[in-house]
């Protein structure tokens, strides 16, 4: 994605302004303490920020429940205009932002460029969010006027993980405020800046009414205060499928609705007639992008037995020539976030390789460096390729007929994206339609991401496509259904 950006000549988030702190209508001291801010490629500390606790998320959603009223009751076009002024500055401090996202996630330039492409896209897509109709026309068998009209929830609570935080964080935050909301955004401890306080302060300097986002850098504890105050009626969760059920389960005792974008293990079906050398730059991208933590990432390599030789062959020469360092250098691959997730990727690739399959490239580490990975002879019942990894992993797995590739790619309890890289882009369309996912690419791998899309999976994937689009509408308004008539009828009693 291409995007015109300008270097700002002045620094907007200046990590003394936010030491210790949390956002709450300006930077205030968090209850639960703070916490250092690491950057992964060197461990050097960026700065530190505040953890919330059940006090903290308790007073800002009652304040962010007070500023929504005036704040709704504002002119579309006065939100819009915040929301188009904040993607302005997204792009005059794109250079400090790809700087944030780069130390803190450990991301390589071109995807922190992406990050912050999106993000700017995100804000001018909400600020066209604030003027669609906010309703329709009914309707009615009675002499009377019969509407829908979509109004605002309230308070809606996102909570966002440490992949893409920028992305992550604005897609849920952007057209939540552009509809009339307040929102309380709670960022993962690892990435409170470019999953937080970034996005505050941009809107901040938009002109956003001070209450009407609050940030919340925390852990569990303020997670389940989230989901659970009674002021927070929606419910924005993009993270793993384990925590997305204990979040699916807390809102549901509560009876407010929760919107789910949850893990993968996404499959990349390289049919027979799909052209080797193209199919495995694409597959490197999907496997290897952001070393691998993306939801969307390529986790299952479906490849015709006919080609899969020299699929495995040209693939593990790729990821041994792909360069694995500090994100800030000429490199292709960065850190993973922790030694925790490095651990965890590292079990997965050794236990497959004790379980039998064989190691073609990669499997080895330096710090949070982990080589980009190749595992050939894969069966389906082991670890890597029946667990989404979050890690450079390309587990390959080989099928003799299309039928047997379709059972394959749906034989899993993920549904997030999909690929079909194949010579007949109307058969590999044809075999998408028999397999469960919320995104489907035909001839592209599978991590792809557009402001304008509507972006969602299915099964344990998450709750279908909650952003993006009309999707935003549903997500983030409720509906009201009004009638009007000229005079009050008589009634049989």
Not at 56 to 75: G, I, L, P
Not at 194 to 215: N, Q, W
Not at 343 to 368: I, N
Request: glycine share 10%; aromatic share 6%; net charge negative.
């Amino acid at each position: 994605m291409t995007t015109a950006m300008t270097t700002a000549t002045t620094t907007i988030l200046d990590p003394a302004a936010f030491a210790g702190s949390v956002y709450s209508g300006g930077w205030v001291a968090a209850h639960g303490g703070s916490a250092p801010i690491v950057a992964p490629a060197t461990g050097d500390v960026l700065g530190t920020t505040g953890v919330a606790d059940v006090r903290d998320v308790t007073e800002a959603s009652t304040a962010a429940a007070a500023a929504q009223r005036d704040w709704a009751a504002a002119s579309y076009a006065d939100r819009a205009a915040v929301l188009r002024r904040a993607g302005a500055l997204i792009e005059e401090h794109a250079d400090e932002l790809r700087g944030w996202v780069t130390r803190e996630t450990g991301a390589v330039d071109g995807l922190a460029r992406f990050a912050v492409g999106v993000a700017a896209q995100e804000c001018y897509e909400a600020a066209a969010l604030a003027s669609r109709s906010p309703g329709e026309i009914l309707p009615t068998a009675e002499p009377r006027l019969s509407l829908l009209r979509r109004v605002p929830v309230g308070v809606v609570g996102v909570i966002s993980p440490f992949n893409v935080p920028l992305i992550l964080s604005i897609r849920s935050v952007a057209p939540a405020l552009a509809l009339g909301n307040a929102v309380v955004l709670k960022p993962d401890l690892r990435t409170p800046v470019s999953g937080g306080f970034a996005i505050a302060r941009m809107l901040a300097e938009a002109g956003l009414p001070e209450g009407v986002l609050h940030v919340l850098p925390g852990g569990a504890e303020a997670g389940t205060a989230l989901v659970a105050d009674p002021r927070v009626r929606v419910v924005s969760f993009t993270g793993s499928s384990r925590t997305g059920r204990a979040v699916a389960e807390l809102a549901a005792r509560h009876l407010k609705r929760v919107h789910l974008e949850l893990g993968g293990n996404s499959a990349l079906i390289v049919l027979e007639d799909a052209d080797v050398d193209r199919a495995v730059s694409a597959a490197a991208w999907g496997s290897y992008l952001h070393q691998g933590q993306i939801c969307m990432t390529t986790g299952r390599h479906l490849v015709h037995e006919s080609i899969a030789e020299s699929y495995v062959e040209a693939l593990a020469a790729h990821a041994n020539a792909l360069p694995v360092g500090d994100p800030t250098g000429p490199v292709a691959l960065g850190p993973l976030i922790d030694a925790g997730q490095r651990d965890k990727v590292h079990a997965l690739v050794t236990s497959t390789v004790d379980a039998g399959a064989r190691l073609v490239a990669g499997g080895t580490y330096d710090g949070l460096f982990y080589r980009p990975t190749v595992l050939d002879d894969v069966r389906t019942d082991m670890p890597a390729y029946a667990n989404e990894v979050f890690g450079p992993v390309a587990p390959v797995v080989r099928f003799a007929s299309a039928e047997e590739a379709v059972r394959l790619a749906a034989a899993s309890d993920y549904g997030l994206s999909l690929s079909i890289l194949t010579g007949d882009a109307m058969r590999g369309l044809a075999l998408a339609e028999q397999i469960p996912t919320g995104i489907v690419h035909i001839n592209d791998q599978t991590v792809n991401d557009e402001a304008v899309a509507p972006f969602g999976g299915v099964l344990d994937s998450g709750t279908g496509a909650r952003f993006g689009g009309s999707a935003n509408l549903d997500a983030f308004t409720d509906s009201r259904w009004i009638t009007v008539r000229g005079q009050i009828p008589e009634y049989p009693f």
